[in-house]
């Protein structure tokens, strides 16, 4: 059966850099480094981008790749004996947990497209606090984020269901590049703000006080969940790979994009945030209660000009999170149609209902089910600490293990270097492979016991 595939480098690397390019980039990453030290955070991200991500790319990309099968079926293939194939079928769910509260987020976002679409954010008389009831309200609506969340699920579905190369290379070639173009069109604006240099100082200056071990755990934390590492998105993106594409190429180009992305994103937002003289902070409240609130204020001397800035922005995050989004519930389809042979439109069909049933009810953690807990966490915010803080490095180490330890070395090399023909990779391959086998899974394993104590 033609499982489908990328037509070049370019899409494939477009479609990789858009499933790393998300909401962690966004409103995450400006904010980690401005927490965590500014540039002497930005160094030890990109020693654990270096040393650990790409082995782990290159591990899982190379069971993909290999084995032109989705997780499962690979660890079947190579280890038909032993356990690693349902600890394999373990990481198949992760990215359908994630896409379940992922999706919400996306619904919240189509909600400040249409806003700055109607020019909403224009009133300057409207307080952050103003800001913040409107965004609650709104979260706690009931109906009106599901309507959302359901219409977010469903553009992921259709694009999904066309398949790999009419829905996703078709949509990712296209978007990925204009998210560049966005974000960085928001970014030379930001900057041309009164006040911006404190926002540039905020992400630069660096501060080797502030780098503690729990700092450096932040960071590889951040660089798994940026990279879309150890739940199978990339093993399965890299089974569409062609067989002569670099493997080394690719995991360090997506990996620059993926940090460019999110450098040029701090620049865009971390200005604005200074200029407005409000303090920076992380997750939901920095993209919906905050900048809503900057959007308004700089109104003052041109509404229409902020609101267009904010249009863009809107645009930016929902592709963000919709590139994202599109490799996790590729991941599960791509199982479905591999192992159980589902046709595509029946896997993208019993999945959307799946993951859009476990999505009403994150989104109802902000309403009726708010006292719902799960270890003191509301749905929402379980379902993301166990799949970011456990289930992600767990999958990274599984896959790291799997490459390093399972598979044979010859079958690694020769992945790698295409037999051979790869020049660069042919000299590297030594450290990879030590990296893989020994640096990689320690690394995890030390993150992994922290986040459990901690
Ligand atoms: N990397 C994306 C981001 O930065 C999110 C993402 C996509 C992801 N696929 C994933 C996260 C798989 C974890 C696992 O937002």
Redesign the pocket.
């Given at each position: 059966m033609d499982r489908g595939n990328f037509g070049n480098r370019f899409t494939a690397i477009m479609a990789m850099a858009g499933?790393?390019?998300?909401?962690?980039?966004i409103w995450r990453f400006p904010y980690m480094v401005g927490q965590n030290g500014g540039a002497a955070f930005i160094i030890v991200y990109l020693f654990f981008a270096l040393f650990i991500c790409i082995p782990i790319f290159l591990s899982e990309s190379v069971i993909g790749k290999r084995s032109q099968l989705s997780t499962f079926g690979a660890m079947e293939k190579y280890a038909p004996k032993g356990q690693w194939k349902w600890l394999g079928l373990l990481t198949v769910f992760?990215?359908l947990i994630?896409i379940s509260y992922?999706s919400v987020v996306g619904g919240w976002s189509i909600e400040y497209l249409l806003k700055s679409l109607s020019f909403s954010f224009t009133d300057p008389q409207l307080s952050r606090d103003g800001h913040s009831a409107i965004f609650l309200d709104f979260v706690s609506s009931t109906w009106k984020p599901i309507l959302l969340h359901t219409a977010f699920m469903g553009i992921n579905a259709i694009i999904v269901m066309a398949g790999v190369k009419k829905g996703i290379e078709k949509f990712t070639k296209i978007s990925t590049p204009i998210l560049f173009l966005l974000v960085v069109l928001i970014m030379c604006y930001s900057l041309t703000l009164p006040g911006a240099k404190a926002g540039v100082i905020y992400m630069l200056k660096p501060d080797f006080s502030k780098l503690t071990g729990s700092a450096m755990l932040s960071a590889m934390g951040q660089a798994?969940?940026?990279?879309?590492?150890?739940?199978g998105?990339i093993l399965t993106y890299a089974s569409y790979l062609k067989k002569e594409e670099s493997l080394l190429h690719i995991s360090v180009l997506t990996s620059v994009f993926?940090l460019s992305f999110a450098l040029i994103a701090g620049f865009a937002i971390m200005p604005a945030v200074f200029a407005a003289g409000i303090e920076p902070g992380a997750g939901p409240g920095l993209i919906f209660e905050t900048l809503p609130f900057i959007f308004s204020t700089m109104g003052l001397s041109a509404p229409w000009l902020s609101n267009i800035v904010a249009i863009l922005f809107f645009v930016t995050i929902l592709f963000?999170?919709l590139t994202?989004?599109v490799?996790?519930l590729e991941t599960g389809v791509a199982y479905l149609v591999d192992e159980k042979k589902m046709s595509r439109p029946a896997a993208v069909g019993l999945l959307f209902a799946g993951c859009w049933t476990l999505g009403v009810f994150c989104s109802l953690s902000f309403s009726s089910l708010a006292d719902f807990k799960i270890l003191g966490n509301s749905l929402f915010d379980f379902c993301d600490k166990l799949?970011?803080n456990f289930l992600?490095s767990f999958g990274s180490l599984l896959f790291a293990l799997f490459a390093g330890w399972k598979m044979k070395r010859s079958d690694v090399y020769d992945e790698l270097t295409n037999g051979g023909t790869l020049r660069g990779s042919v000299k590297m391959f030594g450290v990879l492979y030590f990296l893989i086998r020994y640096i990689a899974p320690l690394a995890i394993i030390l993150i992994f016991a922290t986040n459990l104590i901690l």
């Open positions: 499933s790393a390019i998300g909401l962690g980039n992760t990215p994630i992922y798994f969940f940026s990279l879309s590492l150890g739940v998105c993926d963000a999170a994202s989004s490799s996790m799949t970011s992600m």
